[in-house]
């Protein structure tokens, strides 16, 4: 399936992003799913996930040194933290929807069917492969400046709040010191269609349901199961309140 938008409008919102100097092929090449190179019989090096590969490692080095900079006396633990959060797929996909990717990603006309370019995962692949795209082949102090510039909210939301993105890392150090009983998620339902659900997660340990959630994936339903059954044991303080 080809996408809602041509090459050219593809080239004309990475200007309006701030890069002048780009290769067009590569940007292309960003946004283009595996599915789509196999429905049109073309070479795997014409989708995405070779340069997701590198984007990643583009995106992990511009937040480490933006970090290491920001937080001068942060100890080297809390900074990872930080970090596996903001280049998570979850902040990955709230950065490619305030940017609106989803009309210039390429699927195939199946994976178009299950809304597949609605996906967290697809979207936070692409803007990886978007950076790994953009480091080949344009300023890469721009691009650096870009990745932490459109991340700096998250950053510090993330800094702010690490208890909350933390809390299922919390509640299992919390279970482990009292017996080696580990916590369990369970899905009581989805909701929603194909590209578009809703997880409703429990969380339960030694037998006894302590809390339940819901989210738009499984991990962050989990996620904040986790912080409603830390604010339920005491173990952290409501960051609401």
């Not at 100097?21 to 014409?46: I, P, Q, R, W």
């Not at 208890?163 to 369990?184: C, D, G, H, W």
């Not at 929603?192 to 339960?204: M, S, Y």
């Amino acid at each position: 399936m080809q996408s809602d938008c041509s090459d050219k409008d593809l080239a004309s919102f990475i200007s309006k992003l701030g890069f002048k100097d780009f290769s067009l092929d590569l940007v292309v090449t960003a946004f283009t799913h595996s599915s789509y190179t196999k429905e049109n019989d073309e070479s795997y090096l014409k989708c995405y996930e070779r340069l997701e590969f590198l984007g990643d490692a583009v995106l992990k080095m511009a937040v480490t040194d933006f970090l290491y900079k920001k937080y001068p006396d942060a100890h080297e633990g809390e900074l990872t933290k930080i970090r596996s959060i903001v280049v998570s797929d979850e902040i990955l996909y709230k950065l490619a929807q305030k940017l609106n990717i989803e009309n210039f990603i390429k699927v195939s006309r199946a994976e178009e069917r299950c809304g597949g370019k609605k996906l967290e995962s697809i979207q936070a692949c692409v803007m990886e492969a978007l950076f790994g795209a953009l480091y080949l082949s344009s300023d890469r102090d721009v691009l650096c400046k870009f990745i932490v510039e459109n991340l700096n909210n998250f950053i510090e939301d993330v800094a702010s709040n690490k208890t909350v993105f933390n809390a299922k890392a919390i509640l299992q150090e919390y279970t482990q010191a009292k017996s080696k009983e580990l916590p369990e998620y369970s899905i009581l339902k989805e909701t929603g269609a194909a590209h578009n659900k809703t997880f409703f997660v429990q969380v339960a340990y030694a037998g006894n349901v302590l809390a339940s959630a819901e989210g738009k994936s499984k991990k962050q339903a989990e996620q904040q199961a986790a912080y409603n059954a830390c604010k339920m044991l005491g173990i952290i303080e409501d960051v609401n309140k």
